[in-house]
């Protein structure tokens, strides 16, 4: 068995199992009923999850490059307080379901970045929900504060009406902020890229004026060639032509 | 009846009316006098808007495309806390002027960026006076902080010296936050793609420089043609001449 | 009288009042002493600035191009708010400076950003202080708070320990707000240029290689002419030989 | 001796000095016990990177140059505030790990970039707590107080629960907000390369066959001269046949 037979094969059970994960913990945190089922729920997905990285790695060809490419997928398992990383498994989804679509690499990009932005803000708002919610001193106290805050953070605006008080909350909220820059980044850079295309249209013109001269060039080499193969010919004439005269 | 033409038809009535709505908006939250003939304006146009929106997507070609580049349009006529959005018109004016004056692609993407952040601004503020004004525990209540909040929001500087209570107010500033980070991303871009040019100035002389070596190289292959013509009207008398000579 | 060789004679004069302008300023605003004297010179300046706006305008060969291209200047000269702006000629010295000592455009870039941004925080601190001193409820009360403020404003980061209270410190708040976007895009614009740069280093090997190739070729065009011409003094010889014959 | 020699001498002693002071400022900050052992120790460098400044710079070529590149380890010896600075020479010996690794100039840039951002977080909440610890009115009072304001403030968030009281902190302020906004130009720039060129591959395939066409060319040109070779033997053998001819 390969690392890409099994990841095939894995592939969509995950997907389903990091979606049941999110509504477990979604119900967990918001409706705050049925607590141990959730949780079991959860405990159980984890260990699917530890055993997947297990296999995964032990199947891999080149086990330190994996373990290296892989490293945000340990932190999600080992660490609890960045357990909604795993969500990023259904982020991996749009990459399958982009391949057969055929996008362009902009229009990928920007598909990515959005949702991973809804997917982080919804989650990053209900696990600071979670983890703030009975702090004392807190202000994040129901979920609409919560998102309000997690936009606040990722765009970096930052008005400090509301702030975590816990550690785990600046844990995430930290992750937010950093996810923000990101988000910034690739908008500017995916835009930049656009502009510099859409500038350089006129560029590529005169490029296609230049490969065009070099066709061009091409068929005159040919004619030229063409001419002195005729000529070839003529001369063969005139050799033709003295032996017939001195046949006469 | 095709799309093209109905848009056609319609851009210049609609524009005005997009004009109507936002002298009447303005009027309603600035100088709150005859709210309900505002109100009873802002309606009618609505009407407008959806009857457009409804004959456009029936008469259009490929109506699922159509439908997804214009989601947009349809937040902005079925959501009333959108509709400043339908502003968003006057900034598609732009691109009529625009393809008269043969702007470059840099200097049209900063004209439109200006003038929708000034849009943007102006609207967001009114928006926010609107909704928070009679808000408990506001700090936003005259239209002074209004626009000073708006341009702490869009440039996520964030002071918290105000920030929106109510939840239409929060949908506001998220959009402006956005917004706010499409504005940086597009100065950032714009100047981008303008410094690589300039720098790239150089290398296009470079590049200038093999087209000529191509055109040299061009010439030098017409100069050989001629040498080899000249060569085959040589042949071409050598022939005629031992003719001259088998004939004495 | 030619624009150009107005401006060439009023760009020391303008440049070294400008220097005169900041001193009478800062003089004004942080030693609170001799108001008076710093007041007239600040209007016996301004007067100066306003004359040579109004025979540049005049002198101007397409008046219609300067006054859009000048906007600033106008804005800087009519409303005392924004006279600080007039300090921007100090930077456009920077450009004569330039001029003879040929730096590249990155780094001119970077040297009239660095040298901008020094001198709108501390005239924008400048500005602030005379504007919020004494207004009631104000933060910003000696020139340290309104240099911090200045940067926690610049770099958009706004924690709000400080935030005008006064309009026209407001208005001095977006400007320096609207600067750190420029600045943020301009050090970013400049960064990915670079990048981009170091990047096609390689590629530029590539694009050598395909010149080369191309000289390559031009030379054995070159050499295939000169055989051609061999070949025609051959094909001389050879009509020559024949008379030669003819005459035996 | 020249400066080269000497900086290979000096790099890893003066890198594991660094190590040292990073070790003891943290210890003297964090623990607070054995301060003076600390303090002595961390003068004992300081001294130790003088002499380095003072000979690297009577070993310096063109000490003008040498200078002007090195300003900021002059202020990092110089300004007993700014002393954080000197660890910026860890940095510096990751371009030596790099230059045998040999890594793309875009995984280069961001090993840099995510070492010394946290780097700079970390001595930056260290150096903060350190100055505001002991101030009145300060929020800054523990360890993980400071690496949370170290982070809202390189992000550019700015809460503003935190933020520092004495003029000190707020120049390490600064000092972050620059960092930060430098962090974001490069993320940004260095995405918008990756993003560029990820686009432009398709443009490379073109441009390959460009290329591939003018090596068709050249190949072209290869059998004319061919062409023209075998030419000139025909003629060769025209006129050693007529001589034949002459002698029978």
Redesign the interface.
């Known amino acids: 068995m390969t690392l890409n037979k099994w990841q095939r094969m894995t592939e969509w059970p995950l997907t389903v199992l990091a979606l049941v994960f999110l509504l477990a913990y979604s119900w967990e945190v918001l409706a705050r009923t049925h607590v141990s089922l959730c949780e079991t729920t959860i405990n159980v997905i984890w260990i699917v999850f530890i055993v997947d990285y297990v296999v995964s790695i032990s199947l891999a060809h080149d086990r330190k490059t994996w373990f290296k490419n892989n490293l945000l997928l340990l932190v999600s398992i080992m660490l609890p307080i960045f357990r909604p990383l795993r969500l990023l498994r259904l982020v991996a989804v749009l990459n399958v379901l982009n391949r057969t679509s055929g996008m362009?690499?902009?229009g990928r990009?920007t598909l990515y970045v959005c949702s991973s932005v809804v997917l982080l803000i919804y989650v990053g708002s209900l696990a600071e929900l979670d983890v703030e919610r009975n702090a004392p001193g807190t202000t994040i106290t129901d979920f609409?504060k919560a998102i309000?805050w997690a936009?606040?953070?990722t765009?970096?605006?930052?008005?400090?009406?509301m702030?975590p008080v816990t550690?785990q909350g600046?844990c995430i909220?930290?992750g937010l902020?950093?996810a923000?820059?990101?988000?910034?980044?690739?908008?500017?850079?995916?835009?930049?890229?656009?502009?510099?295309?859409?500038?350089s249209d006129e560029?590529?013109k005169r490029?296609n004026e230049?490969?065009s001269?070099?066709?061009?060039?091409?068929s005159?080499?040919?004619?030229?060639?063409d001419?002195?193969?005729?000529?070839?010919d003529?001369?063969?004439?005139?050799?033709e032509?003295?032996t017939a005269?001195?046949r006469r």
Not at 184 to 195: D, E, F, G
Not at 220 to 225: D, I
């Open positions: 362009a690499v902009r990009i609409g309000w936009f606040v953070t765009t970096t605006v930052g008005y400090g009406d702030s550690w600046k909220a930290v902020m950093i923000g820059i990101a988000l910034i980044s690739v908008i500017t850079a995916t835009l930049a890229s656009w502009i510099v295309d859409r500038v560029a590529d490029a230049t490969e001269e070099t066709t061009r060039l091409s005159n080499v040919a004619e030229l060639t001419a002195v193969n005729r000529l070839r003529d001369i063969a004439k005139l050799r032509s003295p005269d001195d």
